[in-house]
């Protein structure tokens, strides 16, 4: 004689309370775009103010138009500040987001900046697993800096699937 026990499936990750924080959420969105100063540099060694501006004036700033502008010189060549400034001034109008570094590290940038507004206060006295998979390159800085933010607050920290997590911090 046969018995069935039939015994409801029980989530327990969904019962064990585990907040799961997906960095892959916080990517950029909108193509990244490289803006090189070294196009506007004087005899490829300095900027001069009065062409520069010119320049930058003339430039079709609109094509940035919801794009990500990853400002850099790849000439060897002493920027002045300003430099940076005026073309933030003449970007913010078009661009989602300016930064001044390459485009293959605006990403990590990007990560950086979302992460400093997080508000910590949500994660206060939680368990917390770092999702570990993600379908776009999250940059290992990212990790870090999450986990720096989350440790004075949080009440673990782990990283991976809520199924299968490594355990990285546990308040004591």
Known sequence: METTLE???????????LLTIDLEELYPT????????????FM???????DFREALKAHDWSQYEG???AVFCSADAIIPMWAYMLVATHAA???????????????????LRKLA??????????????????DKPV??????????????VAQSIMFGEPCSTVPVYKKK
């Open 44 to 50: 490829g060694l300095i900027l001069k103010e009065k």
């Open 93 to 111: 109008t078009f661009a989602s987001d300016v930064a001044l570094t390459t485009p293959d590290l605006f990403a990590e940038t990007a990560f």
């Open 117 to 134: 507004t997080l508000n910590m206060d949500d994660y206060a006295g939680k368990r917390i697993v770092v999702k570990g998979c993600s």
């Open 30 to 41: 909108g193509e990244i775009v490289p803006f090189d100063l070294k196009d506007y540099l």
């Open 139 to 152: 940059p290992p800085s990212a990790y870090m800096e999450i986990t720096r933010r989350l440790q004075p």
């Open 67 to 69: 794009k990500n502008l």
């Open 7 to 17: 015994q409801p499936l029980v989530n327990r990750v969904a019962q064990s309370g």
